[in-house]
């Protein structure tokens, strides 16, 4: 049984993000989050145009979200690794071998 002495060493236990995040980690966080805000709005006006197929200023806002979502997934995936298979060839290289997960993966810390 613990006591109110036992304490954690440094450097172990529990983290609760008091660490500062490097220049890119907040520059890949803030374009995951365009990236679903994007994808939020794309589902979002696919499940309205399921029963208003002819609304033009949805399907308007369908099309620029979703070439907002693909650009910012490319400027991701030339940026930092891509987030899936599909965005494989967004690159920007030449693909030398298929591998999708080159990027770190979530519980890496790089996708917080």
């Avoid at 979703?66 to 967004?90: D, H």
Wanted: glycine share 6%; aromatic share 10%.
């Amino acid at each position: 049984m613990a006591d109110d002495t036992d304490e954690i060493p440094a450097g172990q236990g529990f983290d609760n993000g008091s660490e500062e995040k490097s220049t890119e980690q907040e520059e890949r966080e803030q374009l995951l989050s365009k990236i679903d805000e994007a994808g939020f709005v794309v589902n979002d006006l696919t499940l309205y145009l399921n029963t208003h197929e002819e609304d033009e200023e949805a399907l308007r806002m369908f099309e620029e979200y979703s070439n907002r979502k693909m650009q910012l997934t490319k400027e991701f995936a030339q940026k930092f690794y891509p987030l899936s298979e599909a965005a494989m060839v967004l690159c920007g290289k030449e693909m030398k071998k298929f591998s999708w997960t080159d990027g770190p993966a979530p519980w890496e810390g790089a996708c917080v």
